[in-house]
């Protein structure tokens, strides 16, 4: 029987090194939840990194059984290859490019080639769990080159490609010294998926500029095969964060934190520490606020939650510095003893915290200067109970495409930001109501359940439109 194999940069585990063993810890990201009834089922698997340097053969073989035993597949990376290609040309020269900020991207061809060979790697692992008929499923910009090398070793298997991130304006990838192999290794599926039709567009401009390859309707005719580019707009489990949030666990710690920030009403910011997310631009909006609205001060602080991510990328930790200083300069200038403008930790929370945070807070800020969809505008959404509560939602979010009853902003505008709170903050209880009710009818019906079947069924359709045209 046919199987099916997801594979990303990292698997849905977190695999770490205590004093004198490995801890396994199971990720509650969206992905996994969604992918869970695929790679779990009879005989199918999850090929990754589990996030760890291994020591010897034995740990090795080890760490391979007991993620077995989870429908996983373990590629081991060392640390040279998680400097090269993964903070590397992954984090220093992809992500920057596609997500607009050109200007950090790192050309090196020393990076390239660890790239080429990290996805070579993951090619074969991949090869070692699959058969010629199967159906393999690529996650993101860390393995743009496998589904081509995949390609070339089973011609018949079926595979599909998903970016998680913007996919960018022809003139940025141009840039891109390497830009003709990394199109021609996400030519190697049958189907490519973006989160929103705009990204779909740019990548079918760039594939038509600089590889010469017309399309029809998001049909691409390779001299070989036809590949098919489509929109499927990532969800989350909207019923899992609603039923969170609304659990004895979180709704004690909104308990908990209301009372320690009394009649203090609450604007939130969630992200993990990334350039990208607009956090300082965030931060200058919020002191903006309380200079142009003086009557905010004592009333409303700022909740801003910062997760570490990738912090051995120079921009990461220098990001971080900018950002302690700007939270030390608006609470040195507005703090009263009994008042904190901004309560910031730099830390991840258990879902439960998470949840009682979405569900207190009146606003919730997602203002990214450059986002592929942001799950956590979505995840506030789904944990309002009682459909208090407005979103503040960057225009260049992915999510902006769905969530138009958000209040839009263009985040580099602080100006319109600050405006944009004071709005939030003043907005009658019915208009929050109807707004709110009308991106849960959303977030509800196109979930992670339905993004998956989406994809699954389309690249389904997408391979046997192949097998039609190729017996024609
Ligand atoms: O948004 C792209 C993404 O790769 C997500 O899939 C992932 O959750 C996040 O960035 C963080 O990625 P990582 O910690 O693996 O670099």
């Avoid at 090619?123 to 995949?150: F, N, R, S």
């Avoid at 599909?160 to 940025?172: A, K, M």
């Avoid at 320690?260 to 607009?278: C, F, N, P, Q």
């Amino acid at each position: 029987m046919p199987r099916t194999v997801i594979v990303s940069n990292r698997l849905p585990i977190k695999v770490q090194r205590t004093e004198d063993n490995l801890t396994f810890q199971s990720s509650e990201g969206g992905l996994a939840t969604g992918l869970g009834s695929i790679y779990r089922a009879d005989g199918n698997v999850w090929v990754g990194w589990p996030g760890l340097y291994v020591q010897d053969e034995s740990e090795e073989e080890y760490v391979r059984a007991q993620l077995a035993e989870d429908s996983m597949a373990p590629v081991f990376l060392t640390e040279s290859e998680i400097r090269d290609y993964y903070e590397g040309f992954s984090n220093g020269t992809l992500w920057p490019t596609f997500h607009y900020f050109a200007q950090l991207a790192v050309y090196d061809d020393a990076l390239w080639q660890a790239y080429v060979a990290v996805n070579e790697k993951f090619c074969k692992a991949v090869l070692a769990q699959t058969g010629p008929e199967d159906t393999i499923w690529v996650h993101d910009y860390q393995l743009l080159l496998l589904p081509e090398m995949l390609r070339k070793a089973r011609p018949n298997a079926t595979i599909g490609f998903f970016l998680h991130i913007p996919f960018p304006s022809y003139e940025l990838i141009r840039v891109l010294p390497w830009r003709d192999e990394l199109l021609r290794g996400m030519l190697g599926a049958d189907l490519i998926g973006f989160h929103t039709f705009g990204y779909m567009r740019h990548f079918l401009s760039a594939v038509s500029q600089l590889l010469g390859l017309a399309n029809h309707n998001g049909q691409i005719e390779t001299p070989t095969r036809t590949v098919l580019v489509d929109a499927f707009p990532m969800g989350i489990d909207h019923a899992r964060y609603a039923e969170v949030a609304a659990s004895a666990a979180a709704q004690a710690h909104v308990s908990e934190y209301r009372e320690a920030l009394r009649e203090v009403r609450v604007i939130l910011s969630i992200d993990r520490l990334d350039y990208t997310k607009g956090i300082a631009q965030r931060l200058r909006a919020f002191e903006l606020l309380l200079q142009r609205y003086p009557e905010w001060r004592s009333q409303v602080s700022l909740l801003m939650v910062v997760v570490p991510s990738r912090d051995q990328v120079a921009q990461y930790a220098s990001l971080k510095e900018e950002i302690d200083e700007l939270v030390g300069r608006i609470n040195a200038q507005y703090r009263t003893i009994s008042w904190n403008p901004v309560h910031y930790f730099y830390r991840s929370f258990p879902l439960d915290e998470l949840a009682a945070l979405y569900s207190m807070a009146e606003v919730a800020m997602v203002t990214p200067m450059r986002d592929g969809m942001n799950l956590v505008a979505k995840e506030f959404v789904a944990s309002k109970a009682d459909q208090r509560g407005v979103l503040i939602l960057s225009e260049r979010a992915g999510a902006a495409r769905e969530l138009s009853d958000a209040l839009i902003v263009n985040p580099t505008d602080t100006g319109q930001l600050a405006e944009a709170l004071h709005e939030a903050l003043v907005m009658p209880e019915e208009e929050q109501i109807t707004r709110m009710a009308n991106m849960q009818a959303l977030v509800r019906q196109y979930d992670i359940f339905a993004w998956t079947k989406l994809f699954m069924d389309r690249l389904a359709y997408a391979k046997t439109q192949q097998l039609s045209l190729a017996t024609s």
